[in-house]
Every structure is written in structure tokens, then in C-alpha cells.
């Protein structure tokens, strides 16, 4: 897929065909491209914590209030901001952020639907997150991710009124 089809036709996808099953290879390639966004003096700051188990996903939804669709999704992928791994700046979040994007434009091209949902730095679910998945690092988002089952419009477009050429 073109980058510019996958820019254009992704959207934030609330509902899965529920128990369609996505290959672990297949989120392996998520990560893959995760991996290979931009990070700060590249110190890479990142780690996935990824489920496909029931409770777990019941869990993140307990511990997240905006992430109900975990009920239809395939799985969930905790993207964890580590600043132990870069310790002489404070660009984790964005890092973390390009990864996140990098997982929803490979969702697309393979044909899958995903949400970003934010943790960091809203509090308690940054905490409660964290509980769940027992990381060391900064929970940053989960991702919903599966096979969609709705087909929501657009809600991007170009807004000349923020562009500013100097
Ligand atoms: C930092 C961030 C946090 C978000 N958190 C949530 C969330 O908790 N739950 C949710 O359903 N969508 C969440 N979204 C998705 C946005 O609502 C969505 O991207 C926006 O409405 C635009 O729609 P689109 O992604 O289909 O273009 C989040 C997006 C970002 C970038």
C-alpha cells in the first residue's frame, strides 16, 4: 500500500469482527514497524507488552475507561515509555507517539483496524495500566487491534487556517 493511501484511509476502529483471529506474526510485523519510528539520539525508549488473552484485555478495560473496544478486539498492545532509556532528555512520549502511529499505519496495510488509546500522562489509568501489564516503564498507549468490523468516515482533512508558511 501506497503511504499516502495508508495515511488517507486509516481511522480509529471501535468495532472487530469479535474472535477473528489475527496471526502473532502479524502483530510481530506491528512491532516490527514500531521499531523503526524516529526516537531522540536514537535511544529507542520503547517496549510492547501484547495479549490476546480474554482476561487481560478485560483487565486493560477496567484499568482504561476509553477502551471498551478491547471487547471486540483481537488484541491489545501496551506501547511502554522507558526514560530509564534516556536519561539525558525527556522525548519518550513523542517516541513513544511515533511508534504508535508507525503500529496503526502497518495495521492498515495489512488489512486490520486499530485504536490508539491514551495513557500517559492522564492519571489514575497511566497506574492502573501499569498493574495490569506489571512493566517498568511508562505506560504511553494501548492498541486495539483487529479485524474491523465498521468502516468509520474520515475525520481528517487539510485546515489552511493552521499552516503558516514564513
Ligand atoms: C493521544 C491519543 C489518545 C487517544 N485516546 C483514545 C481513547 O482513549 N479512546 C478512543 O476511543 N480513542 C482515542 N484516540 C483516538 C482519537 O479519538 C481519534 O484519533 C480521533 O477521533 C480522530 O479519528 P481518526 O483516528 O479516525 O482519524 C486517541 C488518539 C490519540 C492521538
Redesign the pocket.
Known sequence: MDVFEAIYA?????KYKKGAPVAKESIQKLLDAAMHAPSAVNSRPWEFYCSDKEEVKSALMAA??????LETASWAIVVCGRPDLQPRHNYWPQDC?AA?ENI?LAAKGLGLGA????CYPTQPRTDEVKKVIGCDGVPV??VAVGVPDED?P???FYDVERVHFL
Not at 486509516?10 to 471501535?14: L, N
Request: a positive charge; proline letters at 8%.
Open positions: 486509516r481511522r480509529s476502529v471501535r482504561h475507561p476509553a477502551c471498551r473496544m507517539g504508535v496503526l485504536c490508539w488509546c491514551g498507549a494501548i468509520p474520515a475525520k481528517g
